[in-house]
């Protein structure tokens, strides 16, 4: 257990659809960061929180959103969901802005039908 | 933004041979070089890392080293065994501004028994 608690760990739903991906960072972490892996594919990234403020943003699409929350969870939103976003998604977590490592959850896997 | 490049895309080696894999990076001012392992299925597990001011770095089997003239960094592995068959992803890490990882597009190690 790595100490990053990613949930769902599997989600299956149709084509135009909205969902939520959940992470709870490792105990004292401030940093969230959140990266998409389509299959045999490589780790993008997609957006960084630090103690609940957005601090960088990658190739994330427009219909995708997030928060992290004062308790320090975050949550990745995937609206008007589409073939090409079933992946695994991947939330990791570091101490802060500047901290060198971070820590991967588990991954939740989306597939959409 | 930061561009890593890794080579090869897939490495198949004897088990107790040696493996070898290159990465390059674009931001001469990246700091931070992690390594991670991927299992199947699974989250990426950090397996080592160098910081710039470092030009080589080993843990048992595994070690990296680190060029920054020409920017590029390698992990090798010695003496492989099978449990080494996984996914490794090189990654870097800039000094200023987001502390986001910018990761390779990974390589697939096959350890033969």
């Known amino acids: 257990d790595s100490g990053v608690t990613q949930t769902p760990k599997h989600l299956i739903t149709a084509t135009g659809q909205r969902v939520t991906l959940r992470c709870s960072p490792r105990s004292g972490d401030l940093s969230v960061y959140w990266y998409q892996q389509s299959l045999d594919q490589g780790l993008q990234f997609l957006i960084q929180y630090y103690n609940g403020e957005e601090r960088a943003k990658g190739n994330i699409l427009e219909r995708f959103s997030a928060q992290q929350f004062p308790d320090l969870h975050s949550e990745l939103n995937l609206s008007s969901l589409e073939l090409g976003d079933s992946a695994l998604y991947f939330c990791a977590s570091s101490v802060g802005e500047q901290n060198y490592g971070y820590t991967f959850g588990s991954g939740t896997r989306l597939t959409v039908v | 933004g930061e561009n890593v490049e890794q080579h090869p895309s897939t490495l198949s080696v004897q088990e107790g041979d040696s493996a070898v894999i290159k990465c390059t990076y674009s931001?001469?001012?990246?700091?931070?070089f992690p390594w991670y392992k991927q299992e199947l299925g699974k989250r990426p597990q950090l397996i080592i890392d160098i910081r710039s001011n470092v030009g080589e770095k080993k843990d048992q089997r595994i070690a990296v080293t680190l060029n920054k003239t020409a920017k590029h960094f390698s992990l090798h592995i010695t003496e492989t065994q099978p449990e080494d068959s996984a996914v490794y992803f090189c990654?870097?890490?800039?000094?200023?501004?987001?502390?986001?990882?910018?990761f390779g597009t990974g390589t697939r190690l096959t350890v033969i028994p």
């Open positions: 931001d001469s001012a990246s700091n931070y």
């Open positions: 990654a870097a890490r800039r000094a200023l501004g987001a502390n986001n990882l910018f």
